[in-house]
């Protein structure tokens, strides 16, 4: 039986007196891929930072792997993350920023390894272009490979299908069910419907900083 | 070896966020001490800052400028590389993240009190030792500051220091950065203390944060 890898209690936030999240419950099992859907601004993208521990709840708890986030530890264990607002170094090359991020996360992959990686989210390692001369899509890809470095058991993706093209949606979902039969948790977010009902087991439905639905999508 | 790539890492970061403000305000101060040094008054002149006497309010306006130009440069870089940058690296400690964001700005001060320090005639380096010290302690605060507030209302907040200092002889601490009342029984303990103080409550308080720029 899936445990409960995360759970989400009653948390609201408010940013200068706006309320952006209004007491939002739900659980995560192990192994699953969750679906938050919403319109941009609905709350989804506060609610992967809530998690992480990027952003402290006004109420409410939030328990990644056993421990409040925000109490227990700072930030939530074990868990990676691909959003966009956090980028990453411009002036360096793909392979570079993975390297900088290996090491000041104090994990130990191999050259091979990253290479690897790269070649996983469809990018050529030994493109010596700077992350500025790439595409939209392409910065996309490497973002996604950056939330796979740490082998982490839950991966959050944060609207990981923008900019990419159909083909670019079809390895994106190929990716997610690959990383599900790694044994990880997946948490994904897009407005794009079809994509979340392709690659989603569960969907939170969210609008106006409340999940108003659930879908399940299990097979 | 992981602490100087954090370092290399968060400079480029830094430096290309500061780079027009360093070249515009750095040359302008620049340009000011030089034309300052052609019409005789040097560097030690310019940061005399002023006693003031009653009925007769000075605003020395080029110690101003001197002592907030570090300010101006500095700008909301630490808050921007703090909030948008740290996430990326979080499992740095929060401790050695914030320190090399500190040093970072610090090279900046150092920079600037060097550069009045070898353009001076009057090189007294216990003056600019102070200053140095000066400057780095209420850059402390001034990053300090910047996690929890707009870096504009950071920089405005430094700016009524500025001007508490200038029409306060007795002011604490700031008034060391004034040549004119180095020499005298400043209270700078009380000033170090409130601000050390000011320091340790923000550090406690950044476990708070959110890290949304």
């Known amino acids: 039986m899936n445990k409960n890898i995360i759970e989400v209690e009653n948390v609201t936030k408010q940013f200068k007196k706006k309320s952006v999240l209004n007491g939002i419950s739900f659980s995560v099992q192990s192994n699953k891929i969750y679906g938050f859907k919403g319109p941009n601004g609905s709350g989804k993208t506060v609610t992967f930072k809530t998690i992480l521990g990027f952003v402290k709840p006004s109420s409410g708890t939030v328990k990644v792997n056993g421990k409040y986030v925000r109490k227990d530890v700072m930030f939530a264990p074990n868990t990676s993350f691909a959003i966009a607002e956090y980028g990453l170094l411009e002036d360096k090359t793909g392979i570079e920023n993975l390297q900088l991020l290996d090491i000041l996360n104090k994990h130990h992959k191999d050259h091979q390894e990253l290479m690897s990686l790269l070649e996983r989210v469809g990018l050529d390692p030994k493109n010596t272009q700077k992350l500025k001369e790439y595409s939209l899509g392409m910065k996309q890809r490497l973002l996604i490979a950056s939330a796979l470095l740490n082998d982490d058991k839950i991966v959050i993706l944060d609207e990981p299908t923008n900019a990419l093209d159909e083909d670019g949606q079809i390895f994106l979902i190929d990716l997610i069910q690959d990383l599900k039969k790694e044994g990880k948790t997946i948490l994904v977010s897009s407005h794009d419907k079809e994509f979340l009902e392709k690659v989603a087991d569960h969907i939170f439905v969210f609008s106006n900083g409340k999940i108003v639905r659930e879908e399940d999508n299990e097979e | ?213």
């Not at chain 2, 993240?97 to 009190?113: E, F, N, Q, R």
Request: charge should be positive.
């Open chain 2, 1 to 213: 070896m992981n602490n100087l790539l954090l370092i290399k890492r968060n400079a480029t970061l830094f430096f290309h966020d500061i780079r027009w403000r360093f070249g515009i305000i750095y040359l302008s101060m620049l340009m000011l001490i030089l034309l300052r040094k052609w019409q005789q008054l040097s560097v030690i002149n310019m940061l005399n800052g002023v006693v003031q006497i009653p009925g007769n309010f000075q605003f020395p306006l080029e110690w101003f400028f001197l002592v907030i130009s570090s300010f101006l440069i500095i700008g909301g870089a630490p808050r921007r590389l703090f909030l948008k940058e740290y996430p990326m690296v979080h499992e740095v400690s929060l401790k050695l993240y914030i320190s090399s964001i500190m040093l970072l700005a610090v090279i900046v001060d150092t920079v600037i009190v060097i550069t009045w320090y070898l353009i001076s005639e009057n090189r007294d380096s216990l003056f600019f030792i102070t200053v140095w010290l000066v400057l780095g302690t209420l850059t402390t605060l001034f990053i300090n500051i910047q996690f929890f507030i707009n870096p504009l209302f950071d920089l405005l907040f430094v700016i009524v220091l500025c001007i508490l200092t200038i029409s306060i002889n007795s002011f604490p601490f700031i008034s060391l950065l004034m040549y004119s009342r180095w020499h005298s029984n400043i209270s700078w303990p009380l000033g170090l203390i409130v601000i050390v103080v000011v320091d340790v409550v923000l550090s406690i308080c950044i476990k708070k944060i959110d890290f949304v720029a």
